[in-house]
């Protein structure tokens, strides 16, 4: 090796970065992090308020479609949870845990349950208007998405029997 150069050959745009930089940018990324982190709890906490206005109307007979009212309260119930569910997992990161996947597909199971309910209150809706056939568009989707409530009930059990807990 020839003297003065060393093992790593840097080119001198790297070789004239400050030791800082890598420390800002986590910093960056952290401060993106809690600004997102708490952005998802005001909207929680927004749709929370929102869901006892609803609930208030349910309980006080109020509304004229009950059904639909539930659905609705049911659905921003779900979606809060979502919500909380990805503030969680943004918590995590800026506390430097490894990631896990079972967040996302806790997220994905709810978004799914929350469609399943939207279709349910679609068919009952439609099927009070007229009849049609047993094996409709929105039937097939309630199928299929039953199979892929079951594929995630699989893989969190999965995932919660075989992986450690990282905390954090």
Do not use: C
């Amino acid at each position: 090796m020839e003297e003065g150069k060393s093992t790593h050959d840097l080119s001198p745009a790297r070789a004239q970065l400050p030791r800082w930089m890598p420390l800002a940018l986590l910093w960056a990324e952290r401060a993106v992090f809690f600004v997102v982190g708490v952005l998802l709890f005001l909207a929680a906490l927004a749709l929370a308020g929102r869901s006892l206005q609803l609930l208030a109307g349910l309980l006080s007979g109020s509304v004229s479609d009950t059904v639909s009212s539930t659905a609705q309260f049911l659905d921003m119930i779900l979606l809060i949870l979502m919500i909380v569910e990805i503030a969680y997992t943004v918590s995590l990161s800026l506390r430097g845990a490894m990631l896990r996947a079972q967040p996302f597909l806790i997220v994905g199971l709810i978004a799914v349950i929350r469609r399943v309910l939207v279709l349910t209150v679609q068919e009952v809706r439609d099927r009070g208007a007229a009849t049609g056939p047993w094996v409709s568009r929105p039937n097939i989707e309630l199928g299929v998405l039953a199979l892929v409530v079951m594929v995630f009930v699989v893989a969190i059990y999965l995932l919660r029997n075989h992986e450690p807990m990282h905390e954090g």
